[in-house]
């Protein structure tokens, strides 16, 4: 049951993908160009001996995949259960909590997915990427929207405001994209920012993404870094569910 609730949002989703198929593309082609070559053309020597579009690149598709999968997975959760009221719907159906929540988490996974594969499809065309290990990237990209998403289901389920929305992404969201590792190395950052850097999700998804396009190391243990990442998605997911289950079983 949990592939027919995916079914149905991907039957809504084919309603509306004409509105995002271009701004898929046209985004990361833009970000490229404004901050891999424009930015990059002061950035004498790059950063650690490569490019800094090579290097930025990876950094701006976790970063990519973080703000879809957030996106997906805010104000449309609050709208199902406060406005549209899609959630009591599906709910008063043969359909269990699992089903519910599984089958919206796989559609924004998919939408993360095609986020990813767009960006990764427009560095291969600015010769970005230097190693078959980016095909890893996917199914990373794949973690790290799970990651955020389950978390952000869990906390939209649980406010009746879009006003608490709007504080997530100003004071959470824009933060941890600036300071995460995308734009320039965390180690530069004084000790405090930088400890808070490594506590965010996406600085794990940059570090695993720029070692798998690059061709490198990860600064860190990659075991380490895909379990925490895991424990963001399994904690988020639990939180959810019971939020889910609390709000639509009577």
Do not use: C
């Amino acid at each position: 049951m949990t592939a027919a609730v995916f079914e149905y949002h991907l039957v809504a989703y084919r309603r509306v993908w004409r509105g995002s198929a271009l701004s898929t593309f046209v985004l990361p082609l833009l970000t490229v160009l404004g901050f891999g070559l424009g930015v990059g053309e002061y950035v004498d020597g790059g950063v650690a001996g490569v490019p800094y579009l090579d290097w930025i690149v990876p950094g701006l598709i976790a970063s990519t995949v973080m703000q879809v999968a957030l996106f997906d997975s805010t104000w449309p959760v609050l709208s199902g259960f406060n406005w549209v009221r899609t959630y009591e719907g599906q709910a008063a159906a043969p359909l269990r909590i699992d089903d519910i929540l599984g089958g919206n988490l796989l559609f924004v996974l998919f939408r993360a997915l095609i986020g990813a594969v767009a960006f990764l499809l427009v560095a291969a065309a600015f010769g970005a990427l230097h190693s078959w290990w980016t095909l890893a990237v996917l199914p990373l990209s794949l973690l790290l929207a799970l990651a955020f998403a389950a978390p952000a289901f869990a906390y939209s389920s649980t406010i009746t405001s879009d006003s608490y929305l709007a504080l997530l992404f100003r004071f959470a969201v824009i933060p941890m994209s600036l300071f995460s590792g995308v734009f320039f190395p965390v180690e530069s950052l004084p000790v405090g920012l930088r400890w808070l850097a490594y506590a965010s999700p996406l600085w794990h998804g940059v570090d695993l993404s720029r070692a798998a396009t690059l061709g490198v190391p990860a600064d860190w243990s990659v075991p380490g870094h895909l379990v925490y990442l895991a424990l963001w998605a399994a904690g988020g997911y639990a939180i959810a569910r019971d939020r889910f289950k609390k709000r639509l079983v009577v």
